[in-house]
C-alpha cells in the first residue's frame, strides 16, 4: 500500500487487510476440523440474541478504553507537557503492549474457552484452577519483562527507534514515559486474565461497570500527576487505575466464585519475584559493563543489548530453578 501518497490512507487500508487476511487464514482449518457455514441473517433465533445481549457490553468496554486514550492524548497536548508528549507516550505504549502481547493476551485467549465450558458444568473449582493456572503463568512472564523495562528502558528505546529524526531528546521522552508504563504492566496483565473470568461466567456487564468507574480514577490521577511527573505522569495514572481495575473486578469475583487458590499465587508470586528481582541486578551489572546509555555505535548497541538480553533470559531461568519455581516446567 505504499502507492498512496496519504500515509494514514495507507496505514488504514493496511489494518483492513490484516483483518481480513486473519480472518481468511483461520477459515480452511475449521472446514478441516469439520465446521461448515452457512451465512445468513436471523435475529429470531435465540443464541444469536443471547451473543447480541453480551455483546454490547463488550462494544461498550472498547468505547470507555478509547476515551482513556483520548483523556491521556488531551493531558498530552496540555502546556505541562514538553512537546514530543504524544509521540513519546505513543511508541512507550507501544513497547509495553509487545511484552503485554507476547504472552498474557495469549494465554487469556486460551483459557477462556476452557474455563466457559467449567463455568457452564458449575465446575467451579476447576475454573478457579484454571484461573491460578493463568495467573501464575502470565506473572513468571510479566514480572521479570516488567524488571526488564524498568532497568533497561533507555537501552530498548534506543535500539528500536533512535535513528533517522527520532534523536536523543526523543529517547529520553519516551524511555521516560516507558518506565512508568511498565509500573503497571503487571496490572494490565492481571486485569485480561480476570476480565475472561467474567465472561466465562457470561457477565460481560460487570468489566464494562469497573472500567467505567476506571475512566473516572483515571482522569483524577492523570490531573494529579501531570504537572509534578509531565507526561510519565500520565502513563503512571493509566498504571494505577488499572490496578484499580484489577483488585475491583477481583473482589466482585471472589464474592462469587470464591477465592482463586490466593496461597498459592502468593507462594509463586514470591518466588518470580524473587528471581525477577536477580534477574535485574544482573541486567543493571551487564547495563553499566557494556555502556548501553551511552555507547554511540549502532552495531556496538544492537550487540550489547543482545548480550545482555541472553544472559538476563539464562539468569532468569537459573534464579527461577534455583527457587523451585514450578512455572518453569509448566511453561
Known amino acids: 500500500l505504499s502507492g498512496y ?21 483461520q477459515i480452511p482449518a475449521l472446514w478441516r476440523r469439520g465446521m461448515d457455514f452457512h451465512f445468513g441473517i436471523s435475529f429470531r433465533d435465540p443464541g444469536v440474541r443471547r451473543v447480541g445481549q453480551l455483546l454490547l457490553p463488550a462494544f461498550a468496554g472498547v468505547g470507555i478504553y478509547q476515551v482513556n486514550v483520548l483523556v491521556s492524548t488531551i493531558f498530552a497536548t496540555s502546556a505541562w507537557v514538553p512537546e ?4 513519546a507516550l505513543y511508541y512507550a505504549d507501544r513497547v509495553m503492549e509487545v511484552a503485554l502481547g507476547a504472552y498474557a493476551i495469549s494465554v487469556a485467549t486460551v483459557i477462556l474457552p476452557l474455563m466457559a465450558q467449567q463455568a457452564a458444568g458449575r465446575d467451579l473449582d476447576a475454573m478457579k484452577q484454571t484461573l491460578s493456572f493463568a495467573f501464575r503463568n502470565v506473572a513468571f512472564i510479566v514480572l521479570p519483562a516488567t524488571v526488564g523495562l524498568l532497568v533497561l528502558h533507555q537501552p530498548i528505546i534506543r535500539v528500536l527507534f533512535e535513528y533517522s529524526a527520532f534523536g536523543s531528546h526523543s529517547t529520553a521522552l519516551t ?28 457477565d460481560t ?17 492523570c490531573y494529579m500527576l501531570v504537572q509534578p511527573l509531565q507526561h510519565a505522569g500520565l502513563a503512571l495514572a493509566t498504571g494505577l487505575a488499572s490496578y484499580m ?17 490466593e496461597r498459592v499465587v502468593a507462594l509463586s508470586l514470591l518466588r518470580t519475584s524473587a528471581a525477577s528481582a536477580g534477574m535485574g541486578v544482573l541486567c543493571w551489572a551487564l547495563k553499566r559493563a557494556f555502556g548501553l546509555v551511552a555507547i554511540e555505535s549502532a552495531a556496538a548497541l544492537a550487540g550489547g543489548f543482545a548480550l545482555t538480553l541472553a544472559a538476563a533470559l539464562a539468569g532468569y531461568a537459573l534464579f527461577a530453578w534455583l527457587l523451585g519455581a514450578e512455572e518453569l516446567a509448566e511453561i
Open 205 to 221: 456487564a460487570t468489566p464494562v461497570r469497573m472500567a467505567a468507574v476506571t475512566l473516572v480514577a483515571n482522569i483524577v490521577f
Open 175 to 202: 524511555a521516560r514515559a516507558l518506565v512508568f508504563y511498565a509500573v503497571g504492566l503487571p496490572a494490565f496483565a492481571a486485569v485480561r486474565l480476570v476480565v475472561q473470568a467474567f465472561y466465562a461466567l457470561q
Open 84 to 87: 514530543g508528549s504524544v509521540a
Open 5 to 25: 501518497t496519504q500515509a494514514a490512507i495507507a496505514l488504514a487500508l493496511g489494518v483492513v487487510v490484516g483483518g481480513a487476511l486473519q480472518l481468511a487464514v
Open 245 to 261: 481495575n484489577f483488585f475491583m473486578l477481583y473482589a466482585v469475583l471472589r464474592r462469587r466464585i470464591g477465592g482463586v487458590q
